[in-house]
């Protein structure tokens, strides 16, 4: 007796459901690699619209006092933590203790009633920096005020012709430079 056997297919084999999972496995590692990137893009934009509206809120605090700008008091070194004098309000302050005030505030941001520091390069932009600086000084009438804020930024990718021997360095540190004349 000679049976006759129909070998129909009825479903997938073993085979091609596991080569299916690996196909879909490499296409959304791909997919997580572009979502990294497209992260990483996002945050260092974000770094770049706060370093200029910190830049634009200085130069407008240097505007409103004139007489801080034409003293030269502008250009100073603040350090974030120090307990500042708070000129706003009910206190009167000098043209140079206005002019420290907003350059403290800027870099530093405010001080919450808990004492925490809100706001500023220091806490919203990652290793923050803030300098001041003039062109033959500061005391002259329409100097230009370079106003320097600094902040490491995520790299996309490493550079090829990069002699940094740190392989796991993935930031460089970016600043933004804008001329004022208040």
């Not at 999972?21 to 990483?40: C, E, H, N, R, T």
């Not at 200029?52 to 603040?78: C, H, I, K, T, W």
């Not at 809100?118 to 001041?132: F, I, M, R």
Request: proline share 3%.
């Amino acid at each position: 007796m000679n049976k006759h056997f129909n070998h129909k297919q009825h479903g997938f084999s073993l085979l091609e459901v596991l080569i299916s999972m690996v196909i879909i496995a490499v296409g959304l590692l791909g997919l997580s690699g572009l979502q990294i990137a497209s992260l990483k893009g996002t945050t260092n934009a974000h770094s770049r619209n706060v370093a200029s509206l910190l830049v634009m809120e200085l130069s407008e605090r240097m505007r409103a006092n004139p007489l801080g700008v034409a003293g030269a008091f502008y250009e100073n070194d603040v350090v974030c933590g120090t307990v500042e004098r708070v000129c706003r309000g009910a206190n009167e302050c000098s043209p140079a203790e206005v002019a420290r005030h907003d350059v403290f505030e800027v870099m530093c941001g405010t001080r919450r009633t808990d004492g925490r520091q809100e706001g500023g390069a220091a806490n919203l932009l990652p290793a923050g920096t803030l300098q001041v600086s003039c062109t033959g000084g500061c005391g002259v009438v329409n100097a230009i005020h370079d106003v320097t804020l600094g902040w490491s930024e995520s790299l996309l990718h490493k550079n090829q012709n990069d002699t940094n021997t740190n392989a796991d360095k993935s930031s460089k540190t970016l600043s933004m430079t804008i001329p004022i004349i208040p």
